[in-house]
């Protein structure tokens, strides 16, 4: 019997203790994001998908379809193209296709890349009724920034 | 007599030491000559801890299992893992059995077997550890390695309905 | 454990536990044979998340098996990366800098704490505790958001390279790492153990259940928290100390009560010991090179077995790597702990109530994609 | 995928529909269904931190009765594959399913020529209503789900966009 007592105040004493410390968080600054209000900013590391870098003199891509980053892509996100214009010494990207949906952003592409063509993005909340929108043709989208 | 001496000598009632020497480091030499010195230098041997992360190496056969496994169990060892490893080109399968320690460090007993890839049937270590059990169902269910006499030799991982071995290297989807 | 007399086999039915079931951490499914509310026999359905890991190292090069390491225990996904870089290093023959190795065990640390905060808050909400899962969430937050800082995600790290880590820790992280275990130091004995360590209706819950004996632990090979509340002293951290492991100077927590409550307390206590470790890395935190000079482009390593152990917050990890001198692994066999922790649940299920078999299933720290791998 | 006008019952009623599809935007009970790592990215946004239930959905039900979404948040193979269809069975209409994650989406990473056993996206099982790309999509990302699931059901969008 000295249990069932000795267990009833203990308890009430866990509770009071869960209490007290439950109400000294009501006093604590809120730790809550309010995330359509407050945009969060990512870190210079984030990793969202990649997108190709522009040349600064001219704006178009510095990509010169080495096909390092497709190589090195652990899942064939990325499917890329590119053709040799005349009197032009590299060749230019004519098509870059990212899969986003197979993507594991290990980035892996933008550590191949050695020709500073590829970066990653800092869109961090994509989501869309159809899944045809991650399948990202990044020249149109490099277009559309310009 | 420490413990990797004792296990030593236990595993040497089993499976004689051998001093045939694996090459070490045969890089680029392609394995079409290097699986033969593997496949018959049957024996145990010590090798480098800090090169391969065992201790020992015992190459033995089928039979010699369940004897190695009671060996092990009488020295405290604990089963780590069991894996199979597909060898197409010498039509065979090799399962890799490590064991190691609780108290001593650097004690990791590695031990392989092969058997014939049409005809894979290994006994069971299940009933010395019953931690094998689970283990052996993997590699049934990944190489089609029939484990003799296990109590419940059905798919672990894949549907039961399955009628592959995916981790063999013929298997492509 | 033995069935108490009352206890009458022909009257049993089976009950189905899992895949989708709230207290199973993921796809987990356990068949139950049942004699009202006591368990007969348990036995755990494995598979539900199988995928195919170990093909795909076969499949690709060791650099792009990388990525998919993280994917298998998620919460604690550097260890898996270290394990794995580490593996493939022996087998290649890298050596790796000193700063890199201080690198990334202090980041593998963080994430441990980071799991076990996270097991903390799961398994009490498995013991119908909510309000413990949002304070460890605020803590386990601030470990995501200087681990982010570093490695770019904040789940699924990819971080470690062959020869080095990704991206070198910069003051910021070095002083934020500090107030965290501040932060969390302070917040450890009140939030943590008087909230819910002394809380009766806890060790009412798990003290004296899912009792491992440390044979069973041997036959079964179950390592890490587990093996170390059955009062097994074994942390591959301090057995065959890898990376920089043997420089720090720290406790490996074990109890030999062998219930629920011993392995709660080792998982508390190990918190503090990777507060210790990080607290004396970020002290001796040399200057150098985060990745090896001389690290080649494709890996070929020699024909060989490789095997290389790391403790992760659930076990010891295995990686025996086969080794043709081709650019992919000619075989990868993970040797995951929870693997062999959760095959002894159906020995020590039996004769439990439910209820408390769903506690003892909390305290073994399941995490099922590692399990299936 | 309109699945947004299919009719609840046979009677319309109109404003009394646009009632109810406002109180059930506002309170979508999700499925407690953790599959992977993108599980875990939901517990955190049912934490401090992103608090899911400021959209009234931090319901997290384990019954597919009583809940009205399902976040599929993870790999879904083939031995699970009957089992998350019988759920999506067993929830009572309305109904919706948020893919979380590149694994729901088209199985991810696990998409390639050696793939023996995963489920090649959630979509191949029953149908989608938003799609979360990421691995792990970050919990804004989630939220920014439920937003845009909130907007298929109401028809507008109630918080500012970003």
Avoid at chain 3, 129 to 138: E, H, I, K, R, S
Avoid at chain 4, 98 to 112: D, E, L
Wanted: negative net charge.
């Amino acid at each position: 019997m000295s249990g069932y007592w000795n267990d009833i105040l203990v308890g009430s004493k866990s509770l009071v203790t869960g209490l007290m410390i439950t109400a000294r968080e009501f006093f604590k600054p809120v730790v809550t994001e309010q995330y359509p209000y407050d945009v969060p900013e990512m870190t210079p590391l984030f990793r969202g998908h990649v997108e190709l870098i522009a040349n600064e003199e001219t704006g178009a891509p510095n990509c010169i379809v080495c096909m390092a980053c497709q190589r090195a892509c652990p899942s064939d996100c990325i499917t890329l193209a590119g053709e040799k214009k005349e009197g032009e010494k590299k060749k230019s990207l004519t098509q870059y296709q990212l899969d986003f949906t197979k993507c594991s952003l290990c980035g892996s592409c933008v550590e191949a890349c050695n020709f500073n063509a590829l970066q990653f993005s800092k869109e961090y909340n994509l989501c869309s009724f159809n899944k045809d929108d991650f399948i990202i043709d990044l020249v149109k989208r490099l277009e559309d920034q310009n | 007599m420490s413990v990797i001496e004792s296990v030593k000598a236990a595993i040497e009632k089993v499976v004689p030491f051998s001093e045939t020497v694996i090459p070490a480091d045969p890089a680029g030499e392609g394995e079409e000559q290097q699986p033969d010195q593997v496949v018959h230098s049957a024996g145990a041997k010590e090798v480098d801890f800090a090169k391969t992360g065992c201790s020992l190496d015992v190459l033995c056969t089928a039979e010699q299992i369940l004897d190695v496994a009671h060996a092990l169990d009488g020295e405290q060892l604990f089963i780590e893992s069991i894996a199979g490893v597909d060898w197409p080109k010498e039509d065979q399968i090799e399962v890799v059995y490590t064991f190691s320690h609780f108290q001593d460090s650097d004690v990791r007993v590695m031990v392989r077997l092969r058997v014939p890839r049409s005809e894979p049937k290994v006994p069971t270590i299940s009933k010395v550890f019953s931690g094998a059990d689970w283990h052996e169902r993997e590699t049934y269910d990944f190489y089609g390695v029939e484990f003799t006499d296990h109590p419940n030799l059905i798919r672990i991982l894949l549907p039961e309905d399955a009628d592959f071995y995916p981790l063999r290297k013929d298997y492509m989807p | 454990m033995t069935l108490p007399v009352h206890l009458r086999h022909d009257e049993t039915f089976v009950l189905n536990l899992g895949p989708q079931h709230p207290a199973t951490h993921g796809v987990l499914r356990v068949k139950l044979t049942m004699d009202g509310e006591y368990i007969v026999k348990a036995e755990p359905v494995l598979g539900y998340i199988h995928r195919m890991h170990e093909k795909l190292a076969e499949a690709g090069t060791y650099p792009q098996f990388m990525p998919n390491t993280a994917r298998m225990d998620y919460l604690h996904a550097l260890a898996f990366n270290h394990g794995y870089a580490l593996a493939v290093e022996k087998a290649a023959g890298i050596e790796v800098p000193e700063r890199a190795e201080y690198i990334r065990v202090i980041t593998v640390e963080l994430n441990r704490i980071a799991s076990h905060l996270l097991w903390w808050a799961a398994f009490l909400l498995d013991l119908g505790g909510f309000t413990p899962l949002l304070y460890a969430f605020d803590d386990r937050e601030q470990i995501i958001d200087l681990l982010e800082r570093v490695t770019g995600s904040r789940l699924t790290y990819c971080y470690m390279r062959f020869g080095g880590v990704y991206n070198d820790i910069d003051d910021e992280f070095i002083t934020g790492t500090r107030d965290f275990i501040t932060r969390l130091r302070s917040r450890m004995p009140r939030m943590y153990h008087d909230l819910v360590t002394h809380n009766i209706i806890l060790i009412k819950r798990i003290k004296d259940i899912g009792f491992i004996s440390e044979e069973q632990c041997r036959r079964y090979g179950a390592t890490g928290p587990v093996a170390r509340g059955s009062g097994i002293n074994y942390d591959v951290r301090k057995n065959e100390p890898y990376s920089v492991y043997q420089e720090f100077d720290f406790d490996v927590p074990v109890y030999s009560e062998c219930d629920s409550m011993a392995r709660y307390m080792v998982r508390m206590d190990e918190i503090e010991q990777s507060l210790r470790i990080i607290e004396q890395a970020l002290d001796k935190l040399p200057d150098g090179p985060v990745m090896a000079k001389k690290v080649p482009k494709i890996l070929k390593p020699g024909l060989g077995y490789h095997y290389s152990a790391v403790e992760t917050a659930r076990g010891s990890l295995g990686h025996m790597l086969v080794c043709n001198g081709d650019k992919n692994p000619y075989k990868l066999k993970l040797r995951s702990p929870t693997f062999s922790n959760l095959s002894l649940y159906g020995e020590v299920a039996e004769g439990m109530l439910l209820a408390d078999a769903l506690a003892f299933m909390g305290s073994l720290d399941l995490v099922i994609p590692e399990i299936d791998r | 995928m309109e699945s947004e006008n299919v009719p609840s019952s046979i009677v319309q009623f109109a404003q009394l529909d646009k009632l109810l599809s406002l109180g059930r935007a506002n309170s979508l009970w999700p499925m407690t269904f953790g599959l992977a790592c993108c599980a875990i990215e939901m517990m955190c946004t049912g934490g401090s931190r992103y608090d899911i239930s400021r959209f009234g959905a931090e319901v997290f039900r384990p019954s597919p009765r009583q809940s009205d979404v399902m976040i599929v948040a993870g790999t879904i193979n083939k031995k699970l594959e009957l089992a998350v269809k019988t759920l999506y069975d067993q929830m009572p209409e309305p109904k919706w399913v948020i893919a979380m994650g590149n694994c729901a989406i088209s199985g991810g990473p696990f998409k390639v020529k050696e793939n023996y056993n995963v489920v090649e996206g959630a979509d191949k099982l029953f149908p989608v209503d938003v799609y979360i790309p990421g691995c792990p999509p970050r919990p804004e990302a989630l939220l920014e789900g439920i937003m845009t699931l909130e907007e298929k059901i109401t028809g507008t969008r109630r918080w500012p966009r970003v």
